[in-house]
C-alpha cells in the first residue's frame, strides 16, 4: 500500500510537471501579452525580487463602474472568488450590497484564517491587496506558537476603460520566498500553475458575472 501511495504521488507530480513545461510557452496568449508582462503595474513596488509572477488579462464588455462591485465584495465567506466552488462556498451570481465598502487596511479573506491585507483601492480602477508572513501571524484565529514561513505576496487588479463601454481587467499576482529552500524550489511550478489557473477561471468568472448583469439591465 505505502509503495502504492508514493508510486502515485511521484506518477501524479510529473504529470503536473509535464503539463506545466507544456502550458509555460501559451498560457499568456489568449489576453495577457508580452507589454502586460513586462510592464510595471501599481503594487509591483511591494514585492521587490519576486520568485514567482503571473500576470492576466481579459476584455470586458461592461464599463468600469460595472465591474467593480464584483471585484470589491470578493473573498471567502463573501462572493468568494469567482473560480472553483470547492474553494469557498458556492459564488455569488449577483452583486451583494453588504460586502460593497471595502476600505484599505481591511482583510480581504481567502480562507477562514484570514487572507490579504487591502492596501490601495482607488474606486472603479484599481484594488492592491497584500500578504506576508507578519500579516499572516496577526490574522484572527492563526494558532499561536504555529510557525509562519517567510514569504510577501501581492495581488493588484486594475480597470482599463476601452471604447464602447468595454473594460479591459488586468490581474497581478507576484511573490516571494527569501528562503529557497529545495523543497521550495521544487514546489514553485506547481504553485505557478495553480495560480495560473486559479486568476484565469476568476477573470472569466468575473467576465461571465458583469456581462450578463450588463445584459439583465
Known amino acids: 500500500m505505502f509503495r502504492r501511495v508514493i508510486g ?73 472568488l469567482y473560480a472553483y466552488d470547492r474553494l469557498d462556498r458556492p459564488t455569488a451570481e449577483r ?54 514561513p517567510e514569504f510577501m505576496v501581492s495581488w493588484a487588479f486594475l480597470l482599463e476603460p476601452l471604447p464602447d463601454h468595454r473594460t479591459r481587467l488586468i490581474a497581478r499576482y507576484r511573490a516571494s520566498v527569501p528562503r529557497a529552500t529545495k523543497g521550495n524550489r521544487l514546489l514553485r511550478p506547481l504553485t505557478g500553475l495553480g495560480i495560473f489557473r486559479l486568476q484565469q477561471r476568476q477573470l472569466l468568472g468575473i467576465k461571465a458575472r458583469a456581462e450578463h448583469a450588463g445584459r439583465a439591465h
Open 8 to 80: 502515485g504521488t511521484v506518477i501524479t507530480g510529473a504529470a503536473y510537471y509535464a503539463a506545466y513545461a507544456g502550458i509555460l510557452p501559451w498560457k499568456h496568449r489568449p489576453e495577457a501579452s508580452a507589454d502586460d508582462r513586462m510592464s510595471p503595474l501599481p503594487g509591483d513596488a511591494l514585492v521587490h525580487s519576486p520568485t514567482y509572477t503571473e500576470t492576466s488579462a481579459i476584455v470586458i464588455n461592461a464599463p468600469p463602474s460595472e465591474i467593480w462591485p464584483w471585484l470589491v465584495q470578493m473573498g471567502y465567506g463573501r462572493a468568494g
Open 95 to 148: 452583486i451583494l450590497p453588504q460586502f460593497q465598502n471595502l476600505a484599505v487596511g481591511a482583510t480581504l479573506p481567502t480562507h477562514p484564517e484570514g487572507g490579504f491585507r487591502v492596501v490601495a483601492v482607488e474606486h472603479e480602477r484599481a484594488l492592491i491587496l497584500y500578504a506576508d508572513s507578519a500579516v499572516a501571524r496577526e490574522q484572527a484565529g492563526w494558532p499561536l506558537g504555529r510557525h509562519v
